[in-house]
């Protein structure tokens, strides 16, 4: 069994975040440190600590995240400006929350994509 993150306790409501978007296999929510007027992360329900994890049963679920990510652009009207999906995998990446997210940044011009 994969272990659980704070992410867990936000899929079920145990602690207070500001859910955007949440069906049975998909759950959104701003980002608590926001690095842009928009910062949402997209995360499969289903805990998958990063993405060296992942299974070709995963896709189905993983190809949502990006359905959900068009969505969202465009209800945050960042679709026709323009937006960066982001998943940080392990210590070089900076990954934080052992729980596979999808970062969507907007809402200004991001710079470069890696910073030095
Ligand atoms: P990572 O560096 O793992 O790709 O990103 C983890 C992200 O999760 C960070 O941007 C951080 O601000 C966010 N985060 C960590 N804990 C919480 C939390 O409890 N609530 C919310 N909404 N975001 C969190």
Known sequence: MAKETIFSKIIRKEIPSEIVYQDE??????????????????????????????????EVVLGKLFTVAAKLAKEENIDKDGYRLIINCNGHA???????????????ALGPMLSR
């Open 25 to 58: 296999t998909v759950t959104a929510f701003r980002d608590i440190n926001a690095q842009a007027p928009t910062h949402i992360l997209i995360i499969p329900n289903k805990i998958i600590p990063t993405v060296n994890e992942v299974t070709p049963e995963d």
């Open 94 to 108: 900076g990954q934080e929350v052992f729980h596979l997210h999808m970062h969507l940044l907007g809402g200004r």
